[in-house]
């Protein structure tokens, strides 16, 4: 039974940073897509960003500049490097891995942004 368990949430003031990390236990071998999304009260689960197997990553265009995504591959690890956080980036961080036609989610990990 593969899980994905993510931590690093936190409670952060605007303009600080964060960083998120997700472990999957149990073996997924080639994992092809390691992505973040999140989750903000009363709205749909948005996407953030994405690391292809050949780690080329992508970034929804209301984090770019600002997030980066990265991954380790030998760890089965995705991490979300946070910074210049806006209130609007309070939300529910889930991570996601895609192997073939398997998808995997991680139970999420709060990050609020707030003074």
């Known amino acids: 039974q593969v899980q994905l368990v993510e931590s690093g949430g936190g409670l952060v003031q605007p303009g600080g940073s964060l960083s998120l990390s997700c472990a999957a236990s149990?073996?997924?071998?080639?994992?092809?897509?390691m992505s973040w999304f999140r989750q903000a009260p009363g709205k749909q689960r948005e996407w953030v960003a994405s690391a292809t197997s050949g780690d080329i990553p992508n970034y929804a265009g209301s984090v770019k500049g600002r997030f980066t995504i990265s991954r380790d591959n030998a760890k089965n690890t995705v991490y979300l490097q946070m910074n210049s956080l806006k209130p609007e980036d309070t939300a529910v961080y889930y991570c996601?891995?895609?192997?073939?036609?398997?998808?995997?989610w991680g139970q999420g990990t709060q990050v609020t942004v707030s003074s």
């Open positions: 149990g073996s997924i071998p080639n994992i092809n897509v």
């Open positions: 996601n891995m895609i192997r073939g036609v398997a998808s995997y």
